[in-house]
């Protein structure tokens, strides 16, 4: 081994970077006292790692070599030694050979004294490495503490494309790159062969859903931060794939016009609706422009992904929003829809929605009947269409209406079966005896239903003949089971009028003459009104007794006197078998008797004091008597009894209001 070959691996420990080296050599080799690079080296040798053992060796032989060969040869190497270890600065990049690759590091010579190590991962990106391939290294240190070269490709490749990543920077210029790996928070790009961070919100306009599937690809992206100091560089493609966008999107804008048909890609869907991709620009597919007929959500239709076609239906160049439709391209279902629905005829459809007032039927896409509540049954009051329908259920139904102008076809359920009212006159004609079950009570009759679904109205004025019927509970009962006979049917109205008391004679012939005027007999009190009280005469025959015909004189009301249960001897004053009335007179029948039954009349019904309240005009005028309820009643004796109202007697003529109040009787126009 030459001089030259030993100077180009000395290392002296004692010298500051980077490397003169030829002051220690020199004074090494001409100093006579031993106190030069060798001495120093002797103290040193110590604290030295056994790594510089052969280096020791090297350095003692080229300080003998060196004395030797500036005697004979005259020639000063220091010089030339200094100059070739000069070469190697700390901070620069430097050519080095691969000599070995272990398991976890790559050893480089560059040349020095030592070698080199390298992590291997540093090389992750190199192509056909093997022993003997020269490659640029950083020279971080001429030596660490095991006196090694410290040595770095990455910081090597970072400060060769320096400038350029700057310059990339600093112009925001596009630049290429390849997706290397993922890690945490986002992808590593190689980027002119130096790591760079993609943040995972600048991959994309939108989320992406496996970054993995971008490993590999060559994508453009903007530098958005750089720091030197610690090689760190930051891009984003968001910002590139954003300005194409907008790129895209004027020029869109430039070139759409309302009805035109372009192909999109679908992007995302929500409850309203679908975004498509048109090129650059998302337009909106709104959930009511996707299809003629009735759909709950836009996923029905449509996927993401899925490449259609669509219709321009508006824009708005300013706010870059644009409205699209799909069912446009198909036509409009309404149109000859006249020619397809003829009314009287049958068509099937599904329910497909149900309201209050009916249910609406899809006879085809886009196309829609309503089935209205009152169309539903000929014969049951049907409260609700989900009693008779449910939704997705499949029926056939009737054409009762088309409106094509205004897109509403009317149908009917019920016609599909025939109407039972068309057959019910020559079923049941006037006259017709039947029994029926009482199926309902109301204040004004009793509905009995007469076969199913069909119900007739028996009313409480024809329930009997003689007694006042206040209210159908008094004769019957619900679910009863009762023979009646029809009065009259009414096709249109849908209504069968029934009878109780037409199944026997009008008793009114024979109770004129039963009852006739003068006639003496008893009625027990029933009920107790303003201006009389309404008597039994016997079980299904009642007549009336005015206030003023009750007996006692100057009575007011009946309850001063007489309460429900007393049995009054009564006498016939009128009767009216037309208005099915009989009026009687408890004063008539006193006339004519003893003063002992009279006394005794009086005796079992005494005047009693009822309470008034006095009303606010008599408390307000202090001349009014204190009660004018109190006034004590003139009782009638033989010698001074004028009845009220005792017409056969002479006296006041009867009023109808005398008994207005009794009468429980209603007119047709009532019934109805």
Same mark, same amino acid.
């Given at each position: 081994?030459?001089?030259?070959?030993?100077?180009?691996?000395?290392?002296?420990?004692?010298?500051?970077?980077?490397?003169?080296?030829?002051?220690?050599?020199?004074?090494?080799?001409?100093?006579?006292?031993?106190?030069?690079?060798?001495?120093?080296?002797?103290?040193?040798?110590?604290?030295?790692?056994?790594?510089?053992?052969?280096?020791?060796?090297?350095?003692?032989?080229?300080?003998?070599?060196?004395?030797?060969?500036?005697?004979?040869?005259?020639?000063?190497?220091?010089?030339?030694?200094?100059?070739?270890?000069?070469?190697?600065?700390?901070?620069?990049?430097?050519?080095?050979?691969?000599?070995?690759?272990?398991?976890?590091?790559?050893?480089?010579?560059?040349?020095?004294?030592?070698?080199?190590?390298?992590?291997?991962?540093?090389?992750?990106?190199?192509?056909?490495?093997?022993?003997?391939?020269?490659?640029?290294?950083?020279?971080?240190?001429?030596?660490?503490?095991?006196?090694?070269?410290?040595?770095?490709?990455?910081?090597?490749?970072?400060?060769?494309?320096?400038?350029?990543?700057?310059?990339?920077?600093?112009?925001?210029?596009?630049?290429?790159?390849?997706?290397?790996?993922?890690?945490?928070?986002?992808?590593?790009?190689?980027?002119?062969?130096?790591?760079?961070?993609?943040?995972?919100?600048?991959?994309?306009?939108?989320?992406?859903?496996?970054?993995?599937?971008?490993?590999?690809?060559?994508?453009?992206?903007?530098?958005?931060?750089?720091?030197?100091?610690?090689?760190?560089?930051?891009?984003?493609?968001?910002?590139?794939?954003?300005?194409?966008?907008?790129?895209?999107?004027?020029?869109?804008?430039?070139?759409?016009?309302?009805?035109?048909?372009?192909?999109?890609?679908?992007?995302?869907?929500?409850?309203?609706?679908?975004?498509?991709?048109?090129?650059?620009?998302?337009?909106?597919?709104?959930?009511?422009?996707?299809?003629?007929?009735?759909?709950?959500?836009?996923?029905?239709?449509?996927?993401?992904?899925?490449?259609?076609?669509?219709?321009?239906?508006?824009? @708005?160049?300013?706010?870059? %929003? +644009? =409205? /699209?439709? !799909?069912? &446009?391209?198909? *036509?409009? #279902? $309404?149109?000859?829809?006249?020619?397809?629905?003829?009314?009287?005829?049958?068509?099937?459809?599904?329910?497909?929605?149900?309201?209050?007032?009916?249910?609406?039927?899809?006879?085809?896409?886009?196309?829609?009947?309503?089935?209205?509540?009152?169309?539903?049954?000929?014969?049951?009051?049907?409260?609700?269409?989900?009693?008779?329908?449910?939704?997705?259920?499949?029926?056939?139904?009737?054409?009762?209406?088309? @409106?094509?102008?205004?897109? %509403? +076809? =009317? /149908?009917? !359920?019920? &016609?599909?079966? *025939?109407? #039972? $009212?068309?057959?019910?006159?020559?079923?049941?004609?006037?006259?017709?005896?039947?029994?029926?079950?009482?199926?309902?009570?109301?204040?004004?009759?009793?509905?009995?239903?007469?076969?199913?679904?069909?119900?007739?109205?028996?009313?409480?004025?024809?329930?009997?003949?003689?007694?006042?019927?206040?209210?159908?509970?008094?004769?019957?009962?619900?679910?009863?089971?009762?023979?009646?006979?029809?009065?009259?049917?009414?096709?249109?109205?849908?209504? +069968? =009028? /029934?009878?109780?008391? &037409?199944?026997?004679?009008? #008793? $009114?012939?024979?109770?004129?003459?039963?009852?006739?005027?003068?006639?003496?007999?008893?009625?027990?009190?029933?009920?107790?009104?303003?201006?009389?009280?309404?008597?039994?005469?016997?079980?299904?025959?009642?007549?009336?007794?005015?206030?003023?015909?009750?007996?006692?004189?100057?009575?007011?009301?009946?309850?001063?006197?007489?309460?429900?249960?007393?049995?009054?001897?009564?006498?016939?004053?009128?009767?009216?078998?037309?208005?099915?009335?009989?009026?009687?007179?408890?004063?008539?029948?006193?006339?004519?008797?003893?003063?002992?039954?009279?006394?005794?009349?009086?005796?079992?019904?005494?005047?009693?004091?009822?309470?008034?309240?006095?009303?606010?005009?008599?408390?307000?005028?202090?001349?009014?008597?204190?009660?004018?309820?109190?006034?004590?009643?003139?009782?009638?004796?033989?010698?001074?009894?004028?009845?009220?109202?005792?017409?056969?007697?002479?006296?006041?003529?009867?009023?109808?209001?005398?008994?207005?109040?009794?009468?429980?009787?209603?007119?047709?126009?009532?019934?109805?």
């Amino acid at each position: 081994m030459n001089g030259t070959e030993l100077g180009s691996h000395e290392t002296p420990r004692e010298q500051q970077n980077p490397v003169t080296g030829g002051g220690d050599i020199s004074s090494g080799a001409v100093s006579p006292s031993g106190t030069g690079r060798g001495a120093a080296s002797a103290k040193s040798r110590s604290r030295r790692s056994p790594v510089y053992a052969e280096f020791e060796t090297i350095d003692s032989a080229a300080e003998g070599a060196t004395q030797t060969a500036v005697v004979e040869g005259g020639v000063n190497l220091a010089a030339e030694l200094e100059g070739l270890v000069k070469s190697f600065t700390e901070g620069q990049i430097v050519k080095g050979t691969v000599t070995e690759i272990r398991e976890n590091e790559i050893i480089v010579d560059v040349g020095f004294k030592s070698e080199g190590t390298i992590p291997v991962a540093e090389f992750r990106d190199f192509v056909n490495l093997a022993p003997g391939v020269q490659v640029d290294v950083f020279l971080e240190k001429l030596e660490n503490q095991d006196g090694l070269v410290v040595l770095s490709k990455e910081k090597a490749d970072f400060f060769k494309v320096w400038d350029e990543i700057k310059d990339g920077y600093e112009v925001q210029r596009v630049m290429e790159g390849v997706v290397a790996r993922r890690i945490k928070g986002g992808l590593v790009v190689n980027l002119l062969g130096v790591d760079a961070f993609l943040p995972g919100s600048q991959i994309a306009l939108r989320q992406v859903s496996n970054l993995d599937d971008l490993i590999g690809q060559t994508l453009n992206f903007k530098i958005i931060k750089i720091n030197k100091r610690r090689r760190n560089i930051v891009v984003s493609r968001r910002i590139v794939l954003e300005e194409q966008r907008e790129e895209q999107k004027k020029t869109l804008l430039r070139e759409l016009v309302v009805g035109q048909i372009r192909e999109g890609v679908v992007k995302n869907i929500t409850d309203f609706g679908a975004f498509v991709d048109l090129g650059g620009v998302d337009g909106l597919l709104h959930l009511t422009d996707m299809t003629w007929g009735r759909i709950g959500h836009p996923s029905e239709i449509v996927s993401i992904g899925d490449k259609i076609k669509v219709k321009v239906l508006d824009f @708005d160049t300013e706010r870059g %929003k +644009i =409205s /699209l439709g !799909l069912k &446009q391209l198909t *036509p409009h #279902p $309404w149109d000859g829809v006249d020619e397809r629905y003829i009314v009287h005829e049958r068509v099937n459809g599904k329910v497909v929605s149900i309201t209050d007032y009916g249910a609406f039927i899809e006879l085809e896409k886009g196309v829609e009947g309503l089935i209205h509540i009152s169309e539903m049954s000929w014969t049951r009051h049907v409260k609700h269409p989900s009693k008779i329908l449910s939704i997705g259920e499949m029926i056939e139904a009737v054409v009762l209406k088309v @409106d094509k102008e205004h897109q %509403k +076809i =009317s /149908l009917g !359920l019920k &016609q599909v079966e *025939p109407d #039972p $009212w068309s057959l019910i006159e020559g079923k049941y004609p006037i006259g017709t005896r039947l029994v029926g079950k009482v199926r309902n009570l109301t204040n004004f009759g009793a509905f009995v239903e007469i076969e199913e679904g069909i119900d007739g109205l028996l009313h409480i004025s024809d329930m009997s003949w003689a007694k006042r019927v206040r209210h159908p509970s008094e004769m019957l009962h619900k679910g009863d089971e009762l023979e009646v006979i029809v009065l009259d049917i009414s096709q249109d109205k849908k209504r +069968i =009028s /029934l009878g109780m008391k &037409q199944l026997q004679d009008n #008793p $009114w012939d024979s109770l004129a003459s039963e009852f006739s005027v003068d006639t003496v007999t008893e009625g027990k009190i029933t009920r107790i009104l303003d201006r009389g009280a309404v008597v039994e005469l016997r079980s299904d025959v009642e007549g009336f007794v005015p206030v003023g015909q009750m007996g006692i004189s100057d009575l007011r009301h009946p309850e001063e006197a007489f309460d429900v249960g007393d049995t009054l001897p009564l006498r016939v004053i009128k009767v009216d078998p037309k208005n099915k009335r009989i009026v009687l007179s408890a004063g008539a029948y006193l006339k004519g008797v003893s003063s002992e039954e009279l006394s005794e009349f009086l005796a079992r019904h005494p005047v009693r004091e009822r309470r008034i309240e006095p009303s606010d005009d008599a408390a307000e005028d202090p001349g009014a008597p204190a009660d004018a309820g109190s006034e004590p009643a003139r009782v009638e004796t033989p010698e001074n009894a004028e009845p009220r109202g005792a017409a056969p007697q002479g006296g006041d003529e009867l009023d109808d209001a005398d008994f207005d109040d009794a009468e429980g009787d209603e007119t047709e126009e009532d019934k109805s």
